[in-house]
Structures are given as C-alpha cells and as structure tokens.
T-cell receptor
C-alpha cells in the first residue's frame, strides 16, 4: 500500500459546480497536510495548508482533514475554467530528515 | 525574486548520452529538492539537500543518477548513461528552513526525452 493514495481522475465538471478532491493515507505520523495545484506544463504551487484535523477555508477553497479516518479533502465552490489543473495532495510528519510525500494528483477540467 | 530557475526547459537526447540538468534555488532558501514526474508514478522525490549537504538520496533510482550542490545558488542532476525510461519532467524545488519542507517553491521543470 502506498503511503498516499489519490484518484487520478480525470474529473470533468461544468462551471459553477462544487468539486470534491480526496486523498487517503496510511502513516499516522503525518500532521501537516497540503494541496498543491499544477497547471499544464508548469511546476506545482502551494494552494492550501492545514495542520492536524479540522477545516480551513480560503475563498472558494476549503481543505478538510480527518485524521481518525486518515482522509483529506479539498472542496472547490463555484468552480471556474481557471481551476482546470492537476491537484496534488501532500503530507508531512515534520520529523528531521523527512520530506513531503505527494499523491499522484487528480486532473480537473472545468468547462464553461 | 525570479523564483526557482531550471535549465534547460527541454532536452532531447539519445540513449547512452550524458544529461545534466541545472537548478538555481530562490536566494536564501536552505533546502533544495529534485523530483521526477511521470504519468505512471506521479511526483517522486529523488534527493534533497539542506545547506548544500545531501540529506536523503534514497529516491535516486540507480547509480546512473547523481546530484551535486557545490554552493547555495546552484545544483545539478546528472544522468549517465541516459535510458529511454528516464524520460520524464524533472523539477527542482526550494524551501526555507523556518518553514521546514512543507512550502516548497517549484521551478518550471525540465522535460527530458531520451530516444
């Protein structure tokens, strides 16, 4: 079992839809959870950052962490064509000598 | 700041040739990471440095891969000899020690094709 599992999609939705992206993980030491967004032919960029369990909201984006289920989600409200990208979840235990573990990414396409 | 700079942006080479990828991290960043991204395997960490010292190279696939960071503003990833299965996009990223390794700033990547 990989440490981080993410459905690669692709996921296609109409403009204005609510999008739910998810990752599951197996390492209970993970405490820091991130979502990176990657546009085509670009490098990933940090979108959301959450510590431990709970929700975090930033505009149309909400990140949710459920440590008891080892499950994280990213919700996008009122999706726009500009949201079309690949979304990668990433996790960290923040222990010395360890680095981020990324999911494979989910490709999202929002049509106008 | 210009962000993380990588060169070349595209590289096409023949099997058996040596390939050198270059990276300039963001000034002041203490960590530098090399990743490889493919459709099949996603984003894989190859190696990372802290203050120019390699910390973890367990992701380097084989002895054909080597990475150096001679100073705080430059790193190379070398593949010798290259093979078709090395075809991928290679990303360099950097981050500040204060933020540990969570907020990483990625370069635009080098798209490598080995024929």
């Amino acid at each position: 079992q990989k440490e981080v599992e993410q459905d690669p999609g692709p996921l296609s939705v109409p403009e204005g839809a609510i999008v739910s992206l998810n990752c599951t993980y197996s390492n209970s030491a993970f405490q820091y959870f991130m979502w990176y967004r990657q546009y085509s032919r670009k490098g990933p960029e940090l979108l959301m950052y959450t510590y431990s369990s709970g929700n975090k909201e930033d505009g149309r984006f909400t990140a949710q962490v459920d440590k008891s289920s080892k499950y994280i989600s990213l919700f996008i409200r009122d999706s726009q064509p500009s949201d079309s990208a690949t979304y990668l979840c990433a996790m960290s235990a923040r222990q010395a000598g360890t680095a981020l573990i990324f999911g494979k990414g989910t490709t999202l396409s929002v049509s106008s | 700041d210009a962000g993380v700079i990588q060169s070349p942006r595209h590289e096409v080479t023949e099997m058996g040739q040596e390939v050198t990828l270059r990276c300039k991290p963001i000034s002041g960043h203490d960590y530098l990471f090399w990743y490889r991204q493919t459709m099949m395997r996603g984003l894989e960490l190859l190696i990372y440095f802290n203050n120019n010292v390699p910390i973890d190279d367990s992701g380097m696939p084989e002895d054909r891969f080597s990475a150096k960071m001679p100073n705080a503003s430059f790193s190379t990833l070398k593949i010798q000899p290259s093979e078709p299965r090395d075809s991928a996009v290679y990303f360099c990223a950097s981050s500040l020690e204060a933020e540990l390794t969570d907020t990483q700033y990625f370069g635009p990547g080098t798209r490598l094709t080995v024929l």
